[in-house]
């Protein structure tokens, strides 16, 4: 019912801005502008040797600017291939005004993350699918965000939003499958980010604080469900871009990733704390010959660490995973059309430890894929 309700909420907010926009236009302070786009693909599974169509994405984006009050609002809507019914899924509802000659800036509503390298709408990126260090970042936002920037060069934001998220520790170890209830009581996020621009040289740097404080459930497939689960997420992540000129330009992401999960003894009487980490980088380049672009990306992510008590007898075992991702991207637009032939090749690896001294190796697999489609903006 509360998401149902947070869904009324959002889409009301931006009713209430479109009307408020048009109410104002009269006095032809308020400029509005929309924009959309529609991907769609062929993906070839080359280790299933099957295929398939799908329509990835079609969204559409509204937004409106008060230039005597200096606000601005945005409305995003956006189908993709999850949702069964378009426009199912509201990626933004804000409105954004600046104070002090745009000194300080307050975004208030839902919005799209500020952390991490890669856009949320795929067709805005250089690559079409998204890296693993995407795939474990937040995507939107409900809160409020507030950003001061004290010269052009720099800015510094800090924000608190509504915590609402799904966590897979580890969905492919070879003996157990243990993922967090998605009825968890989700309390609050709470990020900052800073930026600095040195030339063709972008820093940024981020923060975000995730807490789950009651009710949590925890499952593990060979012992079933262990109520009443705590947990402290904290992730760090810094991106860097560099131009060297106007046919190649670079781009990396580092992000590193700390959770603690502890349990209620009344139900657990006996169980442990345990704790994992996740290390992963990215490294990205673009290079344009005339209109075609030639997108190279790699990606690895690292778990060290990952330890689980999973009852109060002490039983556990400790895995180790590593996965590489291999992406290489064409574009070659024709206007607002934009068509792209796309490879990706993921490697696993890992390595799992049990309490009784027993050890097994997890499968090393190579899962290949080729895409090919297009996106159009209008």
Known sequence: MFKQAKKVALVAAALGLMAAAAKAEDAKT???GYSGYIDSNYTEDLNARNGSFAINQFGIDINATDSAYGIKGGLSLVN????NDIYTRIDQAFVDKSFFDGMLEAKLGRFYTPI???AVPAYKNANETSSLLFNIEPTTHDGLILTYNPTKSMSVSGFVANNEGYFELYSDNPYHNVYIDTNA???????AQATYALGSLNLALNYLYSDISAGGDLYDSSHGWMD?????SHLINAVATYKLNDSLSFGAEYLYKTNLLSFDQTYNPGAKSMSFKTNGYSLYTSYTLGNLSINPRFTQMFDPDQVYLVDGNGYN???IKQEEQYT???KYPFGSLVPYLEGNVFQTDSHTA???GGNVQGPVGITSKVLAGASYQF
């Open 80 to 83: 993709d291939s999850t949702s």
């Open 328 to 330: 290489l991207t064409f």
């Open 30 to 32: 308020v400029t509005l």
């Open 354 to 356: 049990f309490s009784n």
């Open 317 to 319: 075992f400790s895995s």
């Open 185 to 191: 009581n989700y309390t609050k996020d709470y990020g």
């Open 228 to 232: 009443h689960m705590y947990m402290d």
């Open 116 to 118: 991490g390298y890669e």
